[in-house]
């Protein structure tokens, strides 16, 4: 059994938005698992709608069902999908900016009654894994870098020990060098820490990199998903994903949007 299932999900917006059009995908435990795909396609709805944090958005799953180590989850509400052990770190490094580093971490884990010593555990771990965070703990997390905020969302994330971390876009506006810094650190969690990852991502080189299964999403519904190791040697995602024609060279994004009008994912 999955930890993860998600069935043939829909996700309306404002009562007339249709925008997951019967999405499914699953995830085991242990795996890192990348969900691919343009601006638009919905890949931050599935997260939201896994998380339970479309409730805040006027967002609602209205047909399927989502479920998590065997259990329904769908219409929980978020406070309880994170106990239950799914934590989502969002896009867009959201800190408490006027906090500290520090504080912003002891307030990630509030919803876990947890004592001072497990507290503090649970805080020297992200200091581990985050040196930098250590040496900035009494810092604005305002005036963090941003690869240094990036560190923070995910840090909070450990905060909750979740049994999934979902993370939307972690490489988002990051340099090379950062981005390969984080994702060493997600496959750290991973194998260390034994938490599962469901990443969303633009960075198709580097999230099929480090990913065991891929999804690609277009328009609301997945459309291809396998190993990466398949993943990484179809042509179709070698063209419009990986940037590569068959002699290996660039190609410019106007043919990805070419393509991506010409729809042809299932043949
Ligand atoms: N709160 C909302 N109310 C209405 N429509 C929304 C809302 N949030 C997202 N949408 C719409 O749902 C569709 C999917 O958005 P979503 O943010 O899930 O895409 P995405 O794949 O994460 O894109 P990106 O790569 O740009 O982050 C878009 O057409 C978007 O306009
Ligand atoms: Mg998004």
Not at 53 to 71: H, P
Not at 166 to 184: A, C, K, N, R
Request: charged share 30%; hydrophobic share 40%; net charge neutral.
């Amino acid at each position: 059994m999955p930890l993860l299932s998600v069935n043939n999900i829909e996700v309306i917006y404002d009562d007339v938005i249709l925008v997951l059009k019967g999405l499914s995908l699953s995830v085991e435990e242990g795996q890192i698992v990348a969900v691919l795909g343009a601006n638009g396609a919905g890949k931050t709805t599935t997260l939201k709608a896994i998380s339970g944090l479309l409730k805040t958005e006027e967002g609602e799953v209205t047909d399927g069902t989502i479920e998590f180590g065997g259990e329904k989850i769908n219409g929980l509400d978020p406070e309880l999908i994170v106990k239950r052990g799914i934590f989502q770190v969002m896009e867009g490094r959201r800190v408490f900016e006027d906090l500290t580093a520090k504080e912003n971490l002891v307030a990630a884990a509030h919803t876990q009654r947890c004592s001072r010593g497990e507290l503090d555990k649970r805080i020297e771990q992200v200091y581990h894994y985050f040196p930098r965070l250590k040496e900035r703990e009494h810092g604005l997390a305002g005036y963090l870098s941003g690869g240094e905020q990036q560190m923070l969302v995910i840090g909070r994330g450990m905060m909750a020990k979740p049994r999934l971390m979902m993370l939307d876009e972690p490489s988002l506006g990051l340099s090379p060098l950062l981005v390969s810094e984080i994702f060493e650190i997600i496959v750290k969690l991973n194998k260390d820490l034994g938490t599962t990852i469901l990443l969303v991502e633009q960075n198709a080189r580097m999230a099929l990199n480090i990913a065991d299964h891929g999804y690609i999403m277009e328009n609301g519904k997945i459309v291809l998903d396998d190993t990466t190791d398949k993943l990484k040697n179809n042509e179709d995602v070698k063209r419009f994903y990986l940037g590569m024609t068959d002699v290996g060279t660039k190609r410019s994004y106007r043919d990805v949007k070419h393509y991506k009008r010409r729809k042809r994912w299932l043949t």
